[in-house]
């Protein structure tokens, strides 16, 4: 049903179910497709009985098997009301929040506190969920004002905030021209049209002779290499 390759015996297996034999090979194909299609539980291709764990973990690449068995977690986490994942993006931890429990955590694995109810990062002393929410609401709103009246933009990147010295001249390049350095993730982009700017690539809305200003240290920063290709054709 999976595998019409011709292996030597050693190579092929025949699931507990007695369909196979199928190659090592075509077997973690299998696996994979299903993962990509969400589907964790993992089954023959010709019944669908289960394949049980220990055999799975002799028939499929290690780096196979890790994602099987995290998304298998995930999924545990999801159907369970009491298990919350750190809300750290990455962080492997998981906690057991049954009810009345306090919902301030500071994770043993990523180091940082949180809200297990909310997600909050850090924890919101001395608020409560739905009050820590409602801040935040009105703390974007005035911040995408502020942005849209001072002409401000965002990083292409990590959409931090970004504004040059100068708030009242930011759209011309009468004091500064539009060649920008995040300070929060180092992206190089023109700050008028927010294309990434590259060692080879310009966007044309500055002349390529200027470079950018370090904005930690203040030095300047050369832009194109010598010879690169200086505009996108």
């Known amino acids: 049903a999976i595998c019409c390759d011709e292996v030597p015996a050693a190579a092929a297996v025949q699931l507990r179910c007695r ?6 090979a075509c077997v973690s194909r299998h696996v994979e497709a299903r993962l990509d299609n969400g589907a964790v539980a993992q089954t023959c291709p010709e019944c669908g009985d289960s394949l049980v764990e220990r055999d799975l973990k002799r028939l ?12 298998s977690l995930e999924q545990a986490v999801a ?5 919350r994942p750190c809300p750290t993006p990455d962080c492997p931890m998981r906690v057991a929040l049954e009810p ?6 500071t994770c ?23 009050q820590h929410a409602r801040q935040q609401r009105a703390r974007r709103c005035s911040i995408t004002q502020w942005m849209e009246e001072t002409g ?8 931090m905030a970004v504004t040059k010295e100068n708030l009242e001249q930011q759209g011309t390049q009468r004091a500064e021209c539009h060649k920008m350095v995040c300070r929060n993730c180092n992206t190089r982009f023109c700050f008028k ?5 590259t060692k080879t690539f310009s966007c044309g809305c500055t002349k390529d002779g200027h470079g950018f200003i370090d904005p930690v240290s203040g030095k300047w920063l050369g ?4 010879g690169a290709a200086k505009k996108a054709a």
């Open 223 to 226: 832009h194109l290499r010598r």
């Open 152 to 159: 401000s933009k965002q990083c292409p990147q990590c959409r």
């Open 60 to 71: 499929v690449p290690a780096g196979l098997m890790d994602r099987l068995l995290s998304m």
């Open 79 to 83: 159907s369970a009301d009491n298990i």
């Open 19 to 24: 369909h196979g034999w199928y190659c090592t």
């Open 193 to 197: 049209c927010l294309a990434v700017l």
């Open 108 to 130: 043993p694995e990523c180091k940082r506190e949180s809200c297990l109810r909310c997600g909050a990062q850090p924890y919101h002393a001395k608020l409560t969920c739905k």
């Open 100 to 105: 009345g429990d306090r919902a301030k955590f």
